[in-house]
């Protein structure tokens, strides 16, 4: 490691040699537009190819160590001349990247204001700009490393439950405007779309970790999911975990420090759920109370990015949250019954016996949904009715005899588009 790190010592040491002390001066690519960037990407970095300025021959020269060296370790470990030309090429266009980043940075921040997809106000730093370079050839890295690393990915995102993390974030940010959404023009758009990147990279290390915990019940059990079918093994699980762990961590600390305390509590709370000696996920209602919780840190992100303080935050919308998804999120543990059984997790269905333990998380169901408009201090009977209905639908979905996550997840998405998007009960929030 302190080799590979003794690197950045190669330019300048070369360049003393080549030039003498003071002559080089180290700097980007100095190109006004994109547009110049294919001279320099064609001319490995532009010439002179001894340059004094700019890239000089010490940046050069460490460059191709670089890239020897990438080359060397994937030709040995995969045999395979494609795959090695294709990671030197890569990485080369890596390095190009970071190099010429003020060209790229600046035409990249113009363009997204002038299609209107970020607000004219936004501002990119140059350290979230490097982690749109960073997580591409951290990707490539685990796929020249392990190629079944990427099929893991698609696995262990769990795009519905990530959903409705993003979905809290930006209930966040709506509840901080009144429902004024006219005022994210005056919002910086990248803080937005870093935070939720940040929450992605987070939830997949929960997923992964809370999988590798439950390992062993799932191969007994013959559960589909990546680990068990080992599809990778647990160490590269326990590697990619890590660098999403260390990406979403890093990534709400270059937004704001406060985003990486709240960052820090929301993986805390799925820590302490999945992973001994703790374990919250063996007591029922406690360990969904805990993902409730978890859901309720999104939120309260989204709501100091739209400019409110904590004690702002409608009290009425925490005391909903946290009741209902406490209910609801039994309905997770409707097709794990085996592998719970395996574990000994003690969830409702493997207390009561899968029948009445589905009866009974239906029933959970039911009363999270008809709750709603009595919690919000509904007057509009539409509500009451619509509440009922989704409810019941919600119990009898629980006790059919096979149950796929996603179809609670469309009944949830469902309910809050019709009831706080098409009735508008959103009002009561204020």
Known sequence: MAGAFAIILVPPLVDILTSGIGIAKMRYIEANRVSELPDYFFTFFGLPFFSRYGITFGIKFEIIII?????????????????????????????????????FKNELVLWLKKSGIVSPISYLSFELYYILGIIPALLLCLYFYEKNSIRFLFYVVRFPRLAHFWLMFLTGIFVGFKGNMDRIRYMNSFDIFFILLSLGFLWCFSVISNDIFDITGDMVSLRNKPLAKNIVSPRVATIIASFFLILGLAISALVDYKYFALSA?????????????V???????????????ASVVPLIMGNILAGNRLVELPSKLVAL?????????????????????????????????????????????????????????SKNPLSFVLSFLFGFTGLWIATRKKVKEGIFFILYFAFVFVIFILIREFNRLF
């Open 67 to 103: 890239l020897a060296t990438s080359a060397t370790y994937i030709f040995l470990k995969t045999k395979n001349l494609i795959r090695t030309t294709t990671c030197i090429f890569f990485t080369y266009c890596f390095i190009f990247f970071f190099v010429s980043a003020p060209a």
């Open 265 to 277: 509590i929301f993986t805390l709370l799925y820590w302490i759920y999945s992973a001994p000696p």
């Open 279 to 293: 374990r919250l996920k063996n007591l029922p209602i406690i360990s969904t109370f805990i993902i409730a919780t």
């Open 321 to 377: 949250l946290l009741i209902c998804f406490t209910l609801a999120f039994n309905a997770k543990d409707l097709k794990d019954v085996q592998t719970d059984r395996i574990n000994k997790t003690l969830t409702l269905p493997v207390l009561l016996g899968e029948k009445r333990g589905r009866l009974f998380v239906g029933i959970l169901i039911f009363i999270a949904f008809v709750i709603v408009p009595f919690i919000l201090g």
